[in-house]
């Protein structure tokens, strides 16, 4: 760690001080607290580092590993501020570029009853294809808050739960901001710093990144792809695979976030055809139109930051094997990876059960197992005289059924035989 910090410190480029102001003006906005404004002012200071990691916006937070996520930053990063001279801040990024509306527009919830239920967000058909923090928080919001109170109603902490999303939701005016201004909550006292990285100041920042994207931009999914056969050639399996003419960053257009698209001099964008000058005009005036795909997005990240170590579950750390090169390409350091914290939550209905047959929860990762040493642990299961009883039992109409056999064709008493022996 100390010679990856070391290199940090060298390669970074960026002046800090923007960076810092840029996230001052968007975290007052979000109402942040005092914890994580100190957390911005460290990050302005030359010898600061963060412990970053991310998720897609999702409902009410989304997935419980989001929220493990953001715990595994903040642990690590107090962590390392102990192991070694310098301070790190926690930072999580919102994905909020990313335009997958099925996979952030729902959330599940266990209810009074035990029972799991499923929350939507309603999507009006005109922001289809929209980056989701980009997409309007409407009266949807308020119809899911009120499906999760009537779901979590007598349960502890639901009203606070509920406050706590009105609130946010009131003052929200898109989904992503919603997401940001919930996770700000959930970890005001540990100075958390939520990253929307569709801010058009933050994209202005990252200008010339996505220059280098436009020289070559074939290289990123060149690189990925070459690297995937030679791990699949050694034996392993590669995590992604990408369109050889697929370029490393979406445009916006008309709202939506498209694809893009490079063959013989030409940017292909839906319907429409670019030139690289074109797109580099467009670059300087709206930065904002611009945002990374799942090779870039990474690299951004830590172009933007002077990133100590990255955060996530075992299969976003996959991805390194794939996309070292293509960080050495735009001369960004590469984090260190870090695995998430992972949990399972026990119900007290289950608990009980586990408790009544005395099993621990990690045995029932092999059930098959676990049943079975559960039934050789019982005495009266497990009697030797109780099987030979059952034996005998079997193997009674079988001894009646022996003679009768014989006389039909002898032939058969062997097959018969075998039969026993097997049973």
């Known amino acids: 760690m100390t010679e990856h910090l070391r290199e940090v410190r060298t390669r970074y480029q960026m002046r800090r001080e923007d960076v810092a102001a840029v996230l001052r003006r968007s975290h007052a906005r979000l109402g942040a607290s005092a914890a994580t404004i100190e957390n911005l002012d460290r990050l302005a200071q030359p010898t600061t580092f963060v412990v970053i990691g991310g998720q897609q916006p999702g409902l009410l937070t989304g997935p419980l590993y989001t929220v493990y996520k953001a715990i595994s930053i903040i642990r690590l990063a107090e962590a390392l501020r102990r192991q070694y001279p310098h301070e790190f801040v926690p930072l999580f990024w919102n994905a909020s570029d990313d335009h997958d509306w099925a996979e952030v527009n729902h959330a599940y919830v266990v209810d009074g009853a035990a029972r799991l239920q499923r929350l939507e967000y309603p999507l009006d058909p005109q922001f289809e294809g929209w980056s989701v923090g980009e997409i309007p928080l409407d009266r949807g919001a308020l119809a899911v808050i009120h499906r999760l109170s009537e779901a979590l109603a007598g349960q502890g902490f639901a009203d606070e739960v509920e406050v706590l999303l009105l609130e946010t939701a009131e003052v929200s005016s898109t989904f992503g901001e919603w997401f940001s201004r919930l996770m700000l909550m959930l970890f005001h006292r540990y100075g ?232």
């Open 192 to 423: 958390l710093i939520v990253v929307e990285p569709g801010l058009p100041d933050l994209k202005r920042l990252a200008i010339p990144l996505f220059e280098q994207a436009l020289e070559d931009p074939l290289v990123p999914s060149q690189l990925a792809n070459e690297t995937g056969d030679a791990l699949q050639d050694r034996g392993y399996q590669r995590q992604l695979h990408k369109d050889p003419t697929l370029c490393s960053f979406f445009l916006r257009e008309n709202g939506r976030r498209e694809t893009v698209h490079y063959g013989h001099g030409a940017f292909r964008v839906g319907s429409r055809t670019y030139t690289k000058a074109d797109l580099k005009l467009l670059l300087q005036d709206s930065p904002e139109r611009f945002s990374p795909n799942a090779l870039l997005r990474p690299v951004m990240s830590e172009f933007l930051f002077p990133t100590a170590a990255f955060v996530g579950g075992a299969g976003e750390l996959n991805y390194f094997a794939q996309t070292r090169r293509i960080y050495e390409y735009f001369d960004v350091p590469m984090p260190v990876p870090h695995l998430r914290l992972g949990c399972t939550l026990i119900e007290p209905a289950t608990s009980r059960i586990l408790d009544k047959y005395h099993l621990s929860p990690l045995s029932l990762r092999d059930p098959d197992h676990a049943l079975t040493e559960w039934i050789r642990a019982r005495a009266d299961i497990a009697s030797p005289a109780l099987w030979q009883e059952l034996r005998e039992q079997v193997y009674r109409p079988f001894s009646t059924l022996k003679g009768r056999i014989r006389a039909v064709d002898p032939t058969l008493e062997t097959s018969l035989e075998g039969t026993l022996k097997i049973t």
